[in-house]
T-cell receptor
Framework: DVKVTQSSRYLVKRTGEKVFLECVQDMDHENMFWYRQDPGLGLRLIYF???????EKGDIPEGYSVSREKKERFSLILESASTNQTSMYLC?????????????FGEGSRLTVL | GEDVEQSLFLSVREGDSSVINCTYTDSSSTYLYWYKQEPGAGLQLLTYIFSNMDMKQDQRLTVLLNKKDKHLSLRIADTQTGDSAIYFC??????????FGSGTRLQVQP
């Protein structure tokens, strides 16, 4: 089974702090994604990556950056956390060879910015 | 633009059928999906349907697709308390990532 692991389930940070959210997948998937989930808004795409060192902006990239130095790892970075970034962050991966194209999700990282 | 819409909340009694509805706007979607999110967890794929199909059945789950109206539904027969969760529909237009709806919270009352 595909396993997507997000290293931190719960984080509490202060405004202005730099925050790293780490995600690792073990199925050699080419594509990886970061979404944020907010009540009533569903999942919104922040960034995605289709290969090592490649990244593309999603729908809400402002205030975020990403890093993909290795195929299995995709990091989300908040350079200076703000209270409106309090949210659930979900990492996902998929194989470009899987015809059905579904995403496999991690358990999520709930970030609170005070 | 891409916009997938769902109602936010549905309450049913245990043993009844649940029907969760979704509308999407991109007629080029190749696959449409239903994901389930249990409390405190990530999303798990429940089922999917290819765009050239009208219906797909998998045990208690029935997915109906009306391409003309861009309407997707998920029917859960004999709903159980363990079905209480948030259900997301999503579309795959072949571009970038999947586009998700806002999610429907299903509450099953004993």
């Amino acid at each position: 089974d595909v396993k997507v692991t997000q290293s931190s389930r719960y984080l509490v940070k202060r405004t202005g702090e730099k925050v790293f959210l780490e995600c690792v997948q073990d199925m050699d998937h080419e594509n990886m994604f970061w979404y944020r989930q907010d009540p009533g808004l569903g999942l919104r795409l922040i960034y995605f990556s289709y290969d090592v060192k490649m990244k593309e902006k999603g729908d809400i990239p402002e205030g975020y950056s990403v890093s993909r130095e290795k195929k299995e790892r995709f990091s989300l970075i908040l350079e200076s956390a703000s209270t409106n970034q309090t949210s659930m962050y979900l990492c996902a991966s998929k194989s470009r060879h899987l015809l059905t194209g579904e995403l496999f999700f991690g358990e999520g990282s709930r970030l609170t910015v005070l | 633009g891409e916009d997938v819409e769902q109602s936010l909340f549905l309450s049913v009694r245990e043993g009844d059928s649940s029907v969760i509805n979704c509308t999407y706007t991109d007629s080029s979607s190749t696959y449409l999906y239903w994901y389930k999110q249990e409390p405190g967890a990530g999303l798990q794929l429940l089922t999917y349907i290819f765009s050239n199909m009208d219906m797909k059945q998998d045990q208690r789950l029935t997915v109906l697709l009306n391409k003309k109206d861009k309407h997707l539904s998920l029917r859960i027969a004999d709903t159980q308390t363990g079905d209480s969760a948030i259900y997301f529909c999503a579309e795959n237009t072949g571009r970038r990532a999947l586009t998700f709806g806002s999610g429907t919270r299903l509450q099953v009352q004993p």
